[in-house]
Structure formats: structure tokens, C-alpha cells
T-cell receptor, first 112, second 116 residues
């Protein structure tokens, strides 16, 4: 069985600062993928970044980067230079055998 | 615009009523999913269809049934709604579940269901 753990229910950060959202996972699948999604107050799920289990380099997408530490089974999301529009719920998710398993999410609030 | 379309967006049901949530995607994706989102619980998988003609149970299938009508459409049915099924329901799709890469799952905008 797959499990995703997000231990931070809420995080606060000031505008323009960097923030790290934690995610640990557990799986017995040798091949898997890790995703981060953003859910603003409007409710839609927005795909941010993906890391494959065999990828050698950490994924980056603009201001988002994924700090992938395979031995520690962690896949933390780093947002650089936070913006007010980054305030949202963030979900870590893992793709295993045909399904996508989500963590419970971290609410990020960015203050001016 | 290409994407995943869910209907309806909002629905109020009385306990015991039935209804079907509709989902359609126009991206030629093979795999489709139904999730429910409850406060503090994240998204939990109800049912999925890895490919046309197949359906499988997810983490919380009780009280639900699904139909993969064709490659585009995947519906979720509540036969006898209960207050515990009050939730936001998301449909999602992906081109192929078994292909590694940067294929993000595409989500519909959600259906907010209240059972009274």
C-alpha cells in the first residue's frame, strides 16, 4: 500500500521569502512518481511539478522545485520568492500502480 | 478548451435519493478517476478506470457505483445518498497510468454535493 504524509497542516511565509513544504512517502513499488498540486480557494486542482523515482535530477518548474531524497523517502516542495497568489492548499501525491494517492495537504498563507 | 468537464457543479440531495455525477474528458486519455475531498482528509480515491472497459475500487468505494460509458465518459452513481457522502467530488484523467514522465493528472472543477 502507498502512503503519503504531510506533517504541516499550515505554514506561514512572508512575501518574497522561500518556503519548504514537507512530504514523505511509503511504497513498495520500485517505480513511482511524485506530484505536487495546488488548490486555491476557488477549488480547482492545479498541477505544479512531477518527479519520477528514477529521475537523477530534482525537478524544477519556474519558482517550484522538488527536493527529492529517495533514501529518506521525502519529496519536499520548495517555493522560491513567495507571492501573495501562492496562498493555497498544497497536496503531495504519489502515482503507483494505476492510482494516485494524496496526502492531507498543507495550507500555505503568504503575508505582505 | 480541452480538459475534464464535470456536471453538475452543485447539488443538494435528500437522504435516500439517487443521482449520477457525470464526467467527460476530451484529451483522449485512457485512465479516469473519481475522488472525494473532505476537510482534513485530502483526496481519497473512490473508483478508477485504468482503461476503457475496466473499473476498480479505490480506497472508499462503499455507497458508490461507476460506469465507464466509453473512452470519454466516466460516471459516478450514488444509489441511496447518505449525509456521510456530503463532499466535494473530483473527476480526473491521465493519458496512461503506466507511462512514466511528466503526465500530470487533469482534474475537473469538482462537484459540491450536500446530502441533507
Amino acid at each position: 500500500a502507498q502512503k503519503i504524509t504531510q506533517t504541516q497542516p499550515g505554514m506561514f511565509v512572508q512575501e518574497k521569502e522561500a518556503v519548504t513544504l514537507d512530504c514523505t512517502y511509503d511504497t513498495s513499488d520500485p517505480s513511482y512518481g511524485l506530484f505536487w498540486y495546488k488548490q486555491p480557494s476557488s477549488g480547482e486542482m492545479i498541477f505544479l511539478i512531477y518527479q519520477g523515482s528514477y529521475d537523477q535530477q530534482n525537478a524544477t518548474e519556474g519558482r517550484y522545485s522538488l527536493n527529492f531524497q529517495k533514501a529518506r523517502k521525502s519529496a519536499n516542495l520548495v517555493i522560491s520568492a513567495s507571492q501573495l497568489g501562492d496562498s493555497a492548499m498544497y497536496f503531495c501525491a504519489m502515482r503507483g500502480y494505476s492510482t494516485l494517492t494524496f496526502g492531507k495537504g498543507t495550507m500555505l498563507l503568504v503575508s505582505p | 478548451n480541452a480538459g475534464v468537464t464535470q456536471t453538475p457543479k452543485f447539488q443538494v440531495l435528500k437522504t435516500g435519493q439517487s443521482m449520477t455525477l457525470q464526467c467527460a474528458q476530451d484529451m483522449n486519455h485512457n485512465s479516469m478517476y473519481w475522488y472525494r475531498q473532505d476537510p482534513g482528509m485530502g483526496l481519497r480515491l473512490i473508483y478508477y478506470s485504468a482503461s476503457e472497459g475496466t473499473t476498480d475500487k479505490g480506497e472508499v468505494p462503499n455507497g458508490y457505483n461507476v460506469s465507464r460509458l466509453n473512452k470519454r465518459e466516466f460516471s459516478l452513481r450514488l444509489e441511496s445518498a447518505a449525509p456521510s457522502q456530503t463532499s466535494v467530488y473530483f473527476c480526473a484523467s491521465i493519458r496512461a497510468w503506466d507511462r512514466p514522465g511528466i503526465y500530470g493528472y487533469t482534474f475537473g472543477s469538482g462537484t459540491r454535493l450536500t446530502v441533507v
